[in-house]
């Protein structure tokens, strides 16, 4: 099975992870032999990787990233995504607005982009005067 790209990198899956790890302690393999004999398209540095970092996982589960936590919660996303949806032309400061300013600008720009959801300014148009629209209709 090939790997899972995620937005780290590639990653493995908890399956192909328990077989690496299987024919590791079985057949007392490394990783240049698992390499060539059972996953060819996984690089020899990742399933060294994955042999090194057997005994910390558990059921052969990712470990939690480092880093700092999201300062925006589920909530404050679902939030935003709602308001989006309810007025589309909603401006940024009231959205930073609606979650009390804990981020910054960019962080609502690049938020918006991740849902998908694209914002763009109103062109601005000429009113129509009733003699145009009588023009028009005729």
Known sequence: MPPI????G??????????ICELHATNGWGATTIKKQRFPDIPRST???????????QKQQSLPRS??????????RDYIYDTIQKK??????????????KVHRMSIWRLTHEMGLRKWR????PTLTPTHAEKRLR
């Open 122 to 125: 109103k062109t601005q148009r």
């Open 5 to 8: 790209r995620g937005k780290k």
């Open 10 to 19: 590639p990653e493995l899956d908890c399956l192909t992870r328990a077989k």
């Open 47 to 57: 399933i060294q990787y994955t042999l090194t970092q057997e005994a910390k996982r």
């Open 88 to 101: 589309p032309s909603i401006l940024i400061k009231d959205l930073l607005g609606e979650v009390d300013f």
């Open 67 to 76: 880093g700092q936590p999201r300062k925006l919660t589920e909530e404050d």
